[in-house]
């Protein structure tokens, strides 16, 4: 491994004194997203996600000095240290929670702490790692497998969705720890929730994840990496397999009644066929063409019309949402509209008997805590108003730097990230779903350096503003 190199000058990258094991480039995402499955299976899937991110950090710090980081990085360090500064009101009595807490809330709040630093260094382990020593293609077909690890736990989610396994992490776990709510729902693996939305039992798949909107989420995030490593960079054989793993998915994504997963998919779609359209030569813009039709025709003919209307003749949980933010933001401004409260809070009382408060059986029924059920609602009462726009910044400022870009994988990026914006509002998205976004975020600004024929970013300690554009 003599031969690979950094980006900037001619340190080396990877050599046996840095690697002991003389594995190549990469191997802590080959470990993670290869083995998910297992993980989940163990209980370990977002462990091991974050453990993998310690072997990436040791690499960075290796080769400090030469170290770059992408336009607007200072915004996301801002973000990473009022995060932080949320750990002095964690024990703030917020308006309409319920006032106290006990330790459990600083294990919540050091989880998405440690989720927030992961997401940090996979963007720069991958963004500093050249096309040579990492390839673009090994990354995308790491998320391809992903999309089809997905699918095969929304099909069993789907026709079982009474599965649910004891994972060895949970038995070895202390029965206080074991059975909290929000330790269980990482270390128990099931694979769906079972929901009565249309007046009858419906399954939501959830597995290799911890809930429904996650698999929804991943769903959409991994899908443009499938599309462009099993069906446009691919062979024939390939290809085919690809439509039929398509073709099955579709039954988790219409039966799942997941309106945020489809609203995402019909955006995403749109986007993806103006870009082939704008930069495309005729080839590119009748494949396109003709995708599209068959897209539509399938549509047409599924059951995804009707049960759409279906769907949205029955809210379900269209009340509940809409009082849980208004409460949200309520008591994010009137409390700590600066700096939050640090991490989520129990509802004082039942959220107005929009349900009927917690019942036996029904989960849903029971009142959310204040900033759940939607990320930027987390933002919002965790982080304040100062830490969801340094969030959504630079997220946005990546955005409008790649939109405009002609290659494959910032058309994939950008896609993943209007999905992102999309899920915001009702998705909780730390963990998988915002791991993934920022991958796609690092091939984005990788491609556009090489692009450019180097390092076009600025040394990381003078690369924490948005100087040049990059």
Not at 55 to 83: D, E, I, K, Y
Not at 115 to 137: K, R
Not at 144 to 167: A, C, D, K, N, R
């Amino acid at each position: 491994m003599t031969g690979m190199r950094g980006i900037a000058g001619n340190t080396p990258l990877a050599t046996p004194r840095l690697l002991p094991w003389r594995t190549q480039p990469g191997w802590p995402l080959s470990v993670a997203l290869l083995g998910f499955p297992l993980w989940w299976i163990l209980g370990l899937a977002n462990v091991v996600l974050l453990v993998m991110t310690v072997p990436m950090a040791v690499t960075l710090w290796r080769r400090r000095g030469t170290l770059v980081a992408p336009g607007g990085f200072g915004v996301w360090l801002f973000f990473l240290v009022w995060v932080m500064l949320g750990v002095l009101v964690l024990w703030a009595d917020a308006p309409f929670a319920e006032p106290g807490g006990g330790a459990s809330r600083l294990l919540v709040y050091g989880w998405r702490l440690a989720w927030y630093f992961s997401f940090t260094v996979v963007l720069l382990y991958i963004g500093n790692l050249s096309e040579h020593d990492l390839p673009s293609g090994r990354i995308g077909k790491l998320l391809g497998f992903m999309f089809v690890v997905t699918t095969v736990g929304g099909l069993i989610g789907s026709f079982f969705p009474s599965i649910q396994l004891t994972s060895p992490v949970e038995m070895a776990l202390p029965a206080g720890l074991a059975e909290n709510s929000f330790v269980r729902d990482i270390v128990h693996p099931k694979v769906a929730d079972v929901e009565s939305i249309l007046g009858f039992d419906q399954a939501r798949p959830m597995a290799p994840f911890a809930y429904a909107n996650t698999w929804g989420a991943a769903y959409a995030f991994f899908l443009p990496y499938f599309l462009l490593t099993w069906v446009v960079r691919a062979g024939t054989g390939r290809r085919v397999v690809a439509f039929a793993i398509l073709a099955a998915s579709l039954w988790p994504v219409v039966y799942s009644l997941n309106r945020g997963l489809w609203a995402a998919l019909g955006v995403m779609g749109l986007f993806g066929v103006v870009k082939l359209l704008q930069v495309g030569g005729p080839r590119v813009i009748a494949w396109t063409a003709g995708m599209a039709a068959v897209g539509a025709i399938v549509v047409a003919l599924s059951p995804l019309p009707g049960l759409v209307q279906d769907r949205l003749e029955n809210p379900h949980s269209n009340n509940r949402r809409t009082l849980l933010a208004e409460e949200t933001t309520r008591s994010a401004l009137t409390g700590s509209p600066v700096v939050g409260f640090g991490s989520t809070r129990n509802v004082q009382g039942d959220l107005g008997q929009v349900a009927g408060g917690a019942q036996v059986g029904c989960k849903a029924c029971e009142s959310p805590p204040l900033g759940t059920q939607g990320h930027l609602w987390l933002l919002l009462f965790a982080n304040g108003l100062v830490g969801t726009v340094a969030f959504c910044a630079f997220f946005t400022l990546r955005f409008f730097r790649h939109w405009r870009d002609r290659g494959a994988y910032s058309l994939a990026g950008c896609a993943v990230l209007i999905a992102c914006g999309l899920f915001m509002i009702t998705y909780d998205m730390v963990e998988v779903p915002l791991y993934t976004v920022m991958i796609a975020v690092a091939l984005m600004w990788r491609a556009r350096r090489d692009a450019r024929g180097g390092p076009a970013s600025r040394p990381f300690a003078r690369g924490l503003t948005a100087g040049t554009p990059r």
